[in-house]
């Protein structure tokens, strides 16, 4: 990562890195992010919620719902009212991950806390159905993103936050290249219970690192005939020391 020389005050206390011509993020728009696996789009309950609800049927013990602070739902009507209420704002803005081979969604995430005047932007409400866990597709609608936010938009960086004992969202995470912040304790509360939050981040400085990574691993060079990895994610991030 580049190193940055810190300006120093009349004291001569170390007091941060300029920023050399920064303006304001822009707000996220509501277009479609298109890969070669998968779509997102805005979510849109009348659209959208039978395929969700139904992908998400595949999660037979529920165990999706965890660690998100809603669900599950009983029925398509509960889970497309859900939608209507809950997933229609700018901020959480909700995306819909859609299969380009069979138009069909099979998962969501969202863009929130967003904050262009300060450049930071978080990922949150990710819900994967199981078809799209540990998929090509759920690693490039993470990449879309990430790629919107820091090479259309402008942040400079990008949050991810878990329940700490969410030890699959921690993975997630760190496969994704991002950088482990630390625990909130006692953060906050959710069905009735307590959470503490683990901090990720990615910075703009380390984005092109993992751009890079990112496009080397979804290449179809890298998936052998019947869709296997031939190169981990985590096996092609750059040596920051070479």
Known sequence: ????????????LPIGFPLQ???????????PMVGSWCRLEPINPKKHAHDLFNAFLGDFEGRNWSYLPYGPFDTTDDFEAWI???CLSADPFFHVIIDTRSNKALGVASYLRINPTMGVIEVGHI???????????GTEAMYLMM??????LGYRRYEWKCDALNSVSRSAAERLGMRFEGVFRQATIYKNRNRDTAWF????VEWPRMKKTFELWLHPNNFSQDGSQIHRL???IPDESL
């Open 1 to 12: 990562m580049k190193v940055r020389n810190l300006l120093k005050n009349e004291f001569g």
């Open 21 to 31: 011509n920064w303006k304001p993020a822009l707000v996220p728009p509501r277009a």
């Open 84 to 86: 209507q209420n809950t």
């Open 127 to 137: 819900n994967y159905a199981p078809q799209l866990q540990k998929s090509t597709l």
């Open 147 to 152: 790629n919107r936010a820091f090479e259309e």
């Open 201 to 204: 981040s990615i910075l703009d």
């Open 234 to 236: 985590q096996d092609l």
